[in-house]
């Protein structure tokens, strides 16, 4: 069985362009969160998912950030017009069927902002 | 103050030791999870628990749900056990978690 996987795992965009991150969860994983880890500072959560749903994005800066996962293919993270801000690793983790089960990471996703 | 917090910050140690990791936490949770994260930034989890105590070979965690208090005890720490350990809380049903700054350990050999 293989891991959460994420793609890519190095993305560097200019300030203005669109980044998009991938997540393949765990195989039978329905659940999806999303975290982010500014430089030098902890992890914080974004958003979290079941397929085709956004159950709570409380989390996630309410301009030019999205999230989705489709019934079929990856959770995608998307961020419009990027600024150096939103330099970060970007991690997603996946659970099995009950919300309250251990997550599993992936590998991140280190996001450079020139 | 956050809600999750661990202690100390930066741990040094000599290889043998044995290093206790401390986390406290402000709020009502459903689950405590402890992680580790690599130099390379990977990050695994290491326990979940709600109650009592977990072991997993070397890894000793306990949590007081009453004093709102968790520890990691690694017994006989290696140079391999250097990381970053980071504590984490998960409230209500839906299970996004809250983290600590986490504490960077190094073990010398």
């Known amino acids: 069985n293989a891991g959460v996987m994420q793609n890519p795992r190095h993305l560097v965009r200019r300030r203005g362009q669109e980044a998009r991150l991938r997540c393949s969860p765990m195989?039978?994983?329905?659940?999806v969160y999303w975290y982010r880890q500014l430089p030098e500072e902890g992890l914080k959560f974004m958003v979290y998912?079941?397929?085709?749903?956004?159950?709570?994005e409380s989390g996630m800066p309410k301009e030019r950030f999205s999230a989705e996962f489709p019934k079929e293919g990856p959770s995608i993270l998307r961020i419009q017009q990027v600024v150096r801000g939103d330099s970060a690793a970007y991690f997603c983790?996946?659970?099995?069927?009950?919300?309250?089960?251990?997550?599993?990471f992936g590998p991140g996703t280190r996001l450079t902002v020139l | 103050k956050n809600e999750v917090e661990q202690s100390p910050q930066n741990l040094t140690a000599q290889e043998g030791e044995f290093i206790t990791i401390n986390c406290s936490y402000s709020?009502?949770?459903?689950?405590l999870h402890w992680l580790q994260q690599h130099p390379g930034g990977g990050i695994v989890s290491l326990f979940m628990?709600?109650?009592g105590k977990k072991k997993h070979g070397r890894l000793i965690a306990t949590i007081n749900i009453q004093e709102k208090h968790s520890s990691l005890h690694i017994t006989a720490s290696h140079p391999r056990d250097s990381a970053v350990y980071i504590c984490?809380?998960?409230?209500?049903?839906?299970?996004?978690?809250?983290f600590g700054k986490g504490t960077k350990l190094s073990v010398k050999p």
């Open positions: 983790a996946s659970s099995p069927t009950l919300a309250r089960d251990t997550q599993y």
């Open positions: 195989k039978g994983h329905s659940h």
């Open positions: 998912l079941q397929k085709e749903n956004i159950i709570d």
């Open positions: 709020v009502g949770i459903s689950a």
């Open positions: 628990l709600s109650s």
């Open positions: 984490a809380v998960s409230r209500g049903s839906q299970g996004n978690l809250i």
